[in-house]
């Protein structure tokens, strides 16, 4: 993109209706900024552009962290009756400081965007048509027929977009979950009382959280920021996956309980393999190895089913959870190891770690049931409710550690 991209003539409103036809004009754009202040002048004026042409009644709210290079000194001299900055002192994010935005919105519908001018003001009004004709979420997509993005997409950031587009399929079938862009009724804000977001991906938890299910993708020209840098690290890809973990369990509760513990004991079944290999190749008897290997399989097991399969009790007294982890598991580990040593004598042909794959499949099932219902029993159960946009609470809401589930 060259600095042309700047200019408003190159980003023609995209399949807009004329102004006159809409009844849908008052808008609330949520931006979120963390030192953009040398973008925020093109944003404006492109907005202000907007605003006369397409005669929308728009606000604009800036939500900056506490940047310190200038924004609020431009803001306060620019001095426009439909620019607001909120600063956060004291937190930084950018689903946070969208939420905080969203809550200060006004207008009938809220449009979230960058301030980097990736997002071409322009198709708000296209937005504010597809609304109109009934669409509940509207993107700014970069992945629908007549959208592009700017050429000097290296393969490692395509790669990524798609990936993690592809990991949110359980959620959205949409083709740009990952967009920053989007329009949606403020009236929708009501019923999403649960909004829990980590990272950038504040759109994808509106999408799930709000159950949005007619959502539109309008075509947009994705632009390359010119001015300032980007802040997504891989930190913020390391936060997706948690986000993501944290959909999975609010949308299939029951299913990820499962999932969750296959994935634990998958890596536990790999210590147990890698125990029980090096045990045999010191010449230790079979039934001791076998012994052993299972007993550091399930001792390695505890931390991540109480961390991360059955997080909801990671709160509770850990050592009356491990007193029962120990008590519980240990028929279970009586039963795989004799099951595992009686295939290894009656079963010829096998090698010693496919005897001990079918003696950890054989105790999954009672061992799941035992951890779910007596170690960490569903008593714990509660959803942490962060951000309550219907109560306008910003903290997060004091848990009773034995409240009901929801
Ligand atoms: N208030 C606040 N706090 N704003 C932030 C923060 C923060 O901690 N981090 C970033 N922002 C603002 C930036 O100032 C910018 O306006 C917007 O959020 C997006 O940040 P960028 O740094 O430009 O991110 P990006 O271009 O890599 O990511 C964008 O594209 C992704 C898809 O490729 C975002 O729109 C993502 O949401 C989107 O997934
Ligand atoms: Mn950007």
């Keep these: 993109m060259s600095k042309s991209d700047l200019n408003p003539a190159r980003h023609q409103p995209v399949q807009a209706r004329p102004a006159v ?16 202040a040398v973008n925020l002048p093109h944003l404006i004026q492109r907005l202000e552009a907007l605003r006369t042409e397409q005669q929308l009644d728009l606000e604009l709210i800036l ?25 956060r002192r004291r937190h930084r994010g950018l689903s946070a400081a969208v939420l905080r935005g969203l809550q200060r919105a006004r207008k009938t519908v809220c449009v979230v965007m960058d301030a980097d001018l990736s997002h071409p003001p322009e198709a708000i009004p296209g937005m504010l048509d597809l609304l109109e004709a009934g669409q509940e979420f509207v993107i700014g ?3 629908v027929s007549g959208a592009s993005t700017d050429e000097n997409w290296g393969l490692f950031r395509w790669l990524n977009s798609k990936v993690a587009t592809l990991l949110a399929w359980p959620f959205t079938r949409v083709r740009d979950p990952m967009a920053g862009f989007f329009a949606f009724r403020r009236a929708a804000l009501a019923g999403a009382d649960h909004l829990n977001p980590v990272g950038y991906k504040i759109g994808l938890e509106l999408i799930v959280k709000c159950g949005f299910t007619r959502i539109a993708e309008l075509p947009i020209h994705f632009a390359d920021r010119q001015l300032g840098q980007s802040k997504l690290s891989l930190k913020q890809q390391f936060r997706y996956i948690q986000h993501l973990r944290r959909l ?40 001791w190895a076998v012994a052993v290997a299972v007993s550091l399989a ?84 509660h959803l942490k409710p962060r951000v309550r946009m219907a109560g306008q609470t910003l903290e997060p809401a004091p848990i009773h550690p034995h409240s009901p589930t929801p």
């Design 21 to 36: 036809a809409r009844q849908l004009r008052d808008v609330s754009v949520v931006v979120p900024t963390y030192h953009e």
């Design 63 to 87: 939500v900056d962290d506490d940047s310190r290079d200038g924004t609020e000194e431009l803001v306060a001299a620019l001095a426009l009756d439909w620019v607001q900055l909120i600063i």
């Design 141 to 143: 997509s970069r992945y």
């Design 248 to 287: 999975l369990i609010y949308k299939y509760p029951q299913q990820s309980f499962s999932l969750h513990f296959l994935g634990v004991a998958f890596v536990g079944l790999l210590v147990n393999l890698v125990a029980l290999t090096t045990l045999s190749l010191l010449s230790v008897p079979w039934s």
């Design 298 to 381: 399930l001792g390695h097991d505890f931390v991540p089913h109480r961390r991360l399969t059955f997080s909801h009790a990671k709160t509770g007294r850990l050592s009356r959870q491990l007193a029962y982890y120990i008590m519980a598991s240990l028929p279970v580990a009586l039963l795989n190891v004799a099951l595992t040593v009686w295939l290894l004598h009656h079963w010829v042909l096998g090698p010693v770690q496919l005897a001990a794959c079918a003696g950890a499949l054989a105790v999954l099932p009672l061992h799941y049931l035992i951890c779910r219902y007596v170690v960490f029993p569903p008593l714990y159960l």
